[in-house]
């Protein structure tokens, strides 16, 4: 599997992602800087996290409009899968790659921690390593994570099965405000565009394989996606 690993000014889990990629599928991510206007041909399109270009405007505004999204937009909208991670989420939404945007987390503070996610679906190539319902502990860290849409887009991509991962409490149930540590709209924490090719989550699957970091459960994040995509 090849994969390509975007970079802006201010990225910081470019070498996070990178090194996640490494364990899983035994190749080196390309890294491809922001200003380049062509992507080589990869299997997978990794938009990182961080703070691009300081979070200057709206988080991910001005990284969206980067010679290399132009590029990145082709190839999605041609196939090819693209993941965007906290900081990439952000600007995929601001792309137009995929729907709703990222706000101010409801508390106006910045969150860095641990958390629980369920997996809304193993159909996709994304969540194809873990079961339907499964509970996932991962870090977040952000200051705009809070997800909205209005009430007829969330109805439709609940409807086409759109939301890839949920906060939950710990044991996985859907309680209004347990585990929502943003105030994200119906406590999304990942979406996929219609055709689950393009998937954009605010947690840190790619901070979460090595036991020596607090656990393993973003192993399966990357297990999965490289063995649906070799």
Known sequence: MKSAIVVFPG?????????????????KPLM???????LPNVDLIV???GFSYGDYLRTGAMAAHSPILRS???????????VGICN????????????????RNVGLKFLCGDVNLRVETSQSIFTAGYEEGQVIHVPVAHNDGNYYADDETLNRIEGNGQVAFRYVAGDGLSAQNDGNPNGSARRIAGVFNETKTVLGLM?????????????????????GLVKSLS
Request: zero cysteines; aromatic letters at 6%; glycine letters at 14%.
């Open 11 to 27: 990225t910081n889990r470019e070498n996070d992602a990178a090194e996640a990629l490494r364990a899983a599928s035994g190749g």
């Open 32 to 38: 491809i800087w922001h200003r380049e206007s062509e």
């Open 47 to 49: 938009v990182p996290g």
């Open 72 to 82: 990145i937009v082709e190839r999605a909208k041609r196939g090819t899968p693209v």
């Open 88 to 103: 990439g989420f952000q600007i995929l939404t601001e792309a137009g790659l995929l729907p709703g945007v990222l706000m």
């Open 203 to 223: 947690p840190h699957p790619e901070n979460a394989v090595d036991p020596l970091h607090g656990g393993t459960d973003g192993k399966g994040f990357f297990d």
